[in-house]
């Protein structure tokens, strides 16, 4: 098992510097139960009032987890920006105004032929990019957002080229990569094995 939270949680970096966030809603494609079989970590249960389709969330070292998110569906994303929004009783906009993803990845990747897998992988990401605009039109969000991806810039599985390409195609206006060469601790989606690997942090923004 997995003994830290750098193991499966994305660090808040801004371009070629750092920041601190006040308010941060980290969400996780797995369910609750499938999560906490694979992460030796305490979690409190938080149950929200607000009436949302997605009822998993959780405190976790002081900050709300939202669990069985799919970040290609706009309504999961909104669902969880509720959540947020009412532990922390800021706007969506507080949640939303930068956002963070780490190395998605086509499912059952093994099965693909490479060049198959970047394209799904480009879908998977510009499909991200769609929901991300759905959601912050739900909240009448009118500032820019900031959509922060960490990847390697020669990841096979999406080159850089290809990712930038995707974010463009998915409404953002302009792809940055960071100057400095990241390293971050990773686990893997089994929750079985983590290794320090090195990234590069590209920022795609979305104007409304």
Known sequence: ?????????????VLNG?????YILRTA????????????????????????????AALIDNEI??????GT???????????????????????LSNVYIKNLNAENESSHELEFLVQLNKDLYRSTMDALKT????????????????SANNNPKIPKPA??????????????????????KSGNNAGSLSATIRTNLHVAKLEF
Request: aromatic fraction near 12%.
């Open 18 to 22: 750092t920041e601190e966030r006040q």
């Open 135 to 150: 959601a912050c039109a739900h909240f009448g969000i009118q500032q820019e957002i900031n959509v922060h991806v960490y």
């Open 29 to 56: 494609f797995d369910g609750l139960s499938v999560w906490k079989a694979k992460y030796a970590i305490n979690v409190s249960p938080f149950y929200p009032r607000l009436r949302t389709h997605i009822k998993e």
């Open 73 to 95: 569906n706009s309504q999961h994303i909104i669902d969880a920006v509720k959540i947020a929004t009412e532990f922390y009783q800021v706007r969506a906009s507080d949640i």
């Open 163 to 184: 990712l930038h390409q995707a974010l463009k195609s998915g409404g953002a206006s302009s792809v940055q990569t960071d100057a400095r060469k990241l390293k971050y």
């Open 1 to 13: 098992m997995l003994k830290g939270l750098m193991d499966f949680f994305t660090p808040s970096l």
């Open 65 to 70: 987890w939202v669990f069985g998110v799919d």
